[in-house]
């Protein structure tokens, strides 16, 4: 299991977090997919089989913290959801918003099974959903701005996935 914790300088817009995910999983099927076992009997490899009931608020989630929301709110949140089995019956994945943190931040939870992404496409997957400047081009998939602090431009590794343009207000 891989759990991501992003804290945000803002909540973002609940519909921009709904299209970007939505967009993330016609992109990647794993993330519309669950693993069946081979046999009923649990043995061999699972096959990935569409879920044809994906219902994407059963994976995506907004939560408002009570008063007062530190980082430890969103540190407890984290580690349960990290400690607590997926559904077998779904796909392997769910992602939490969590708002009304102090300073009026919001916190991004991100949880996966590792057959669904490694670490190196988690980054790609996060890529996908953030932006590094405050206000995107339209309908371009990236950012205005230049180059991040090693010279690399801020889609380089959202590319690969493709898309619509990141969430604005992260």
């Known amino acids: 299991t891989i759990v991501a914790v992003l804290v945000l300088d803002q909540a973002p817009r609940w519909e921009d977090v709904q299209m ?21 009997l649990g043995w061999g490899r699972p096959t990935w089989v569409d879920d044809d009931g994906f219902d994407l608020d059963i ?56 057959a669904v992404v490694d670490g190196v496409g988690g980054i790609a997957v996060i890529l996908h959903l953030l932006d590094r400047f405050r206000t995107p081009r339209p309908e371009t998939g990236t950012v205005d701005g230049g180059s991040g602090a090693n010279g690399s431009s801020a889609n380089e590794g959202a590319a690969e996935i493709g898309g619509p343009a990141l969430l604005a207000g992260m």
């Open 59 to 114: 994976h995506l989630r907004r939560m408002v913290a009570p008063s007062p929301a530190t980082l430890r709110t969103v540190l407890d949140l984290a580690q349960t959801m990290g400690t607590t089995a997926f559904d077998p019956e779904l796909p392997l994945w769910e992602a939490v918003v969590l708002e009304g943190m102090e300073g009026g931040q919001a916190a991004l939870v991100v949880k996966l099974h590792h």
């Open 20 to 40: 970007r995910v939505r967009a993330l999983t016609h992109t990647l099927p794993r993330f519309h997919s669950r693993a069946q076992p081979a046999s009923s």
